[in-house]
Nanobody, 121 residues
Framework: QVQLVESGGGFVQAGGSLRLSCTAPGSAFRVIPIGWFRQAPGKQRESVARFTPAGSADYEDSVKDRFTTFRDNAESTVYLQMNNLKPEDTGVYYC???????????????WGQGTQVTVSS
């Protein structure tokens, strides 16, 4: 199985930006639908953005127009550009292979360490 590794988190003030990276070495990476999830303290992990199996980028309403996901297949990396960050964006961010299952996007692989994003008000 391809191991996905997240990086790029940090501490920013509201309105700031961060770019997260999800690296997955391997030639199969470019055809895998990859999604981003986050888990805020005391809350369940939620999906925020993903590449669908059709290859298009798709976002939850809470991050639409602020977050952009794009991929560099040559580098086997998927990025999440996060702009105009809000305190409610705080959490641990994960990437995973995704599938649509019973009305929600689910991660299919064991979860990695994630990367912490903290947004101060």
């Amino acid at each position: 199985q391809v191991q996905l590794v997240e990086s790029g988190g940090g501490f920013v003030q509201a309105g700031g930006s961060l770019r997260l990276s999800c690296t997955a070495p391997g030639s199969a990476f470019r055809v895998i639908p990859i999604g981003w999830f986050r888990q805020a303290p005391g809350k369940q992990r939620e999906s925020v953005a993903r590449f669908t199996p059709a290859g298009s980028a798709d976002y939850e309403d809470s991050v639409k127009d602020r977050f952009t996901t794009f991929r560099d297949n040559a580098e086997s990396t998927v990025y999440l550009q996060m702009n105009n960050l809000k305190p409610e964006d705080t959490g641990v961010y994960y990437c995973n292979r995704v599938a649509w299952d019973h009305g929600t996007w689910r991660g299919l692989r064991p979860w990695g360490q994630g990367t912490q994003v903290t947004v101060s008000s």
